[in-house]
Nanobody, 124 residues
Framework: QVQLVESGGGLVQPGGSLRLSCRAS????????MGWFRQAPGKEREGVSL???????DYLHAVKGRFSISRDNARNTLFLQMDNLKPEDTGVYYC??????????????????WGQGTQVTVSS
């Protein structure tokens, strides 16, 4: 079955960096668009970034220029490099597999599989 396992979260000071990883198994990784979503306490889950099968990327406006998504198809792994982190980046970050099809890249309804999430806390 589909498994998405995140790692790399933690506590970091404002201005710091973290690199999240998502190890995928149970499906043909290179055939799917993959993304990162996050959920802060008391807020709805939102799309952070997506990378399609051709390497084309999309980003939430608030993270453009600070976050970078990438994928290693040989290792079935998705990454999110997060630099210049801000307190408002705090939340649980989820790895996500996007179902085939068109539409807005950050649509929650387009996601057919989720990881368990990894906590990112940005605080001094």
């Amino acid at each position: 079955q589909v498994q998405l396992v995140e790692s790399g979260g933690g506590l970091v000071q404002p201005g710091g960096s973290l690199r999240l990883s998502c190890r995928a198994s149970g499906f043909t990784f290179h055939s799917y668009a993959m993304g990162w979503f996050r959920q802060a306490p008391g807020k709805e889950r939102e799309g952070v970034s997506l990378i399609n099968v051709n390497g084309v990327t999309d980003y939430l406006h608030a993270v453009k220029g600070r976050f970078s998504i990438s994928r290693d198809n040989a290792r079935n792994t998705l990454f999110l490099q997060m630099d210049n982190l801000k307190p408002e980046d705090t939340g649980v970050y989820y790895c996500a597999r996007r179902a085939p099809g068109s539409g807005w890249w950050a649509a929650i309804g387009a996601i057919d599989s989720w990881g368990q999430g990894t906590q990112v806390t940005v605080s001094s």
